[in-house]
């Protein structure tokens, strides 16, 4: 079974303190992973897709990164506009479209 | 654009009541998908569909079922409502090709409460 852990469950920043999330995975033969976005009381905006460790994907002052285990999602001097739920998820291939979902992060960044 | 439209945006429902939420896109994307939010466990997969005509169970599909009759419309019903399907419910989208699979768009959600 694909399971996806992200921690912290909640971080704290203030303005400009850069810091990382992470998102652990087990999944049988990873074809893609996934960041988004999810502000209170909406749905969840795609951020980003890595495929194969070592890729790196950038963002205004987000950046994310892969390894076989594991993709950080790096903030680079934050606002309080980045402050949001970041979600990770993965697709193991194949013909089924299914992604499983971590449990997110919820950053809050203060000015 | 509007992209995903969900229908509707919050409903308070009776116990054993029978309710259908409405889910429609207009960018032709082949997939599409229902999952539920709840506090502490996250993003659960309900119901997918690859493409038009199909249909596959995900993660939490007791309680629930879909159809897809054609590309734009997934309709999400609730045969007997009962308060544990008390949720924020997302649908979503996508292309369902090569290097835009996991490439999610979602609806605003449904909110249901079942007292």
């Given at each position: 079974?694909?399971?996806?852990?992200?921690?912290?469950?909640?971080?704290?920043?203030?303005?400009?303190?850069?810091s990382?999330l992470?998102c652990?995975?087990?999944?049988?033969g990873?074809?893609g992973?996934?960041w988004?976005?999810?502000?209170p009381?909406?749905?969840?905006?795609?951020?980003?897709?890595?495929?194969?460790?070592?890729?790196?994907?950038?963002?205004e002052?987000?950046?994310?990164?892969?390894?076989?285990?594991?993709?950080?999602?790096?903030?680079?001097?934050?606002?309080?506009?980045?402050?949001?739920?970041?979600?990770?998820?993965?697709?193991?291939?194949?013909?089924?479209?299914?992604?499983?979902?971590?449990?997110?992060?919820?950053?809050?960044?203060?000015? | 654009?509007?992209?995903?439209?969900?229908?509707?945006?919050?409903?308070?429902?009776?116990?054993?009541?029978?309710?259908?939420?409405?889910?429609?896109?207009?960018?032709r994307?082949?997939?599409?998908?229902?999952?539920?939010?709840?506090?502490?466990?996250?993003?659960?997969?309900?119901?997918?569909?690859?493409?038009?005509?199909?249909?596959?169970?995900?993660?939490?599909?007791?309680?629930?079922?879909?159809?897809?009759?054609?590309?734009?419309?997934?309709?999400?019903?609730?045969?007997?409502?009962v308060?544990?399907?008390?949720?924020?419910?997302?649908?979503?989208?996508?292309?369902?090709?090569?290097?835009?699979?996991?490439?999610?768009?979602?609806?605003?959600?449904?909110?249901?409460?079942?007292?």
């Open positions: 079974e694909d399971q996806v852990t992200q921690s912290p469950e909640a971080l704290r920043l203030q303005e400009g303190e850069s990382s992470n652990s995975y087990t999944v049988s990873l074809r992973l996934f988004y976005r999810q502000d009381g909406k749905g969840p905006e795609f951020l980003f897709t890595l495929y194969s460790a070592g890729e790196e994907k950038e963002k002052r987000l950046k994310a990164t892969l390894t076989k285990k594991e993709s950080f999602l790096h903030i680079t001097a934050p606002k309080p506009e980045d402050s949001a739920t970041y979600l990770c998820a993965v697709w193991p291939g194949g013909s089924n479209y299914k992604l499983t979902f971590g449990k997110g992060t919820l950053l809050t960044v203060n000015p | 654009i509007a992209g995903i439209t969900q229908a509707p945006t919050s409903q308070i429902l009776a116990a054993g009541r029978r309710m259908t939420l409405r889910c429609t896109q207009d960018m994307h082949n997939a599409m998908y229902w999952y539920r939010q709840d506090l502490g466990l996250g993003l659960r997969l309900i119901h997918y569909s690859n493409t038009a005509g199909t249909t596959g169970k995900g993660e939490v599909p007791d309680g629930y079922s879909v159809s897809r009759a054609n590309t734009d419309d997934f309709p999400l019903t609730l045969a007997s409502a308060p544990s399907q008390t949720s924020v419910y997302f649908c979503a989208s996508s292309p369902g090709q090569g290097s835009r699979t996991g490439e999610l768009f979602f609806g605003e959600g449904s909110r249901l409460t079942v007292l």
